[in-house]
Nanobody, 111 residues
Framework: QVRFVESGGDLVQPGGSLRLSCAVS????????MAWFRQAPGKQREFVAS???????NITDSMRGRFTISRDNAKNMVYLQMNNLKSEDTAVYYC?????WGQGTQVTVSS
């Protein structure tokens, strides 16, 4: 059974940093293109970042330079490092592979 469990979301001040984690089970993350999406209140879910089989990464333009996606194949984990957070980054962040989603983790950026 494919399952993702996200963690690491928190309330953080503008300019702060967070690292989100996605624990993957049911598949080997090393063989999958894994992605992070986010959904802000009242908005559609949007793509944040992905990492391919060959560890090629893709980050949405507005987040490039601030967000980094990575994975630990030995632990079957995927991470999203977020720096210089802004209020507009407030959203629920989801781990994704194909049609599978985690339950999400809440990130709130506020002073």
């Amino acid at each position: 059974q494919v399952r993702f469990v996200e963690s690491g979301g928190d309330l953080v001040q503008p300019g702060g940093s967070l690292r989100l984690s996605c624990a993957v089970s049911g598949i080997s993350s090393r063989f999958a293109t894994m992605a992070w999406f986010r959904q802000a209140p009242g908005k559609q879910r949007e793509f944040v970042a992905s990492i391919t089989l060959g560890d090629k990464t893709n980050i949405t333009d507005s987040m490039r330079g601030r967000f980094t996606i990575s994975r630990d194949n030995a632990k079957n984990m995927v991470y999203l490092q977020m720096n210089n957070l802004k209020s507009e980054d407030t959203a629920v962040y989801y781990c994704n592979w194909q049609d599978y989603w985690g339950q999400g983790t809440q990130v709130t950026v506020s002073s």
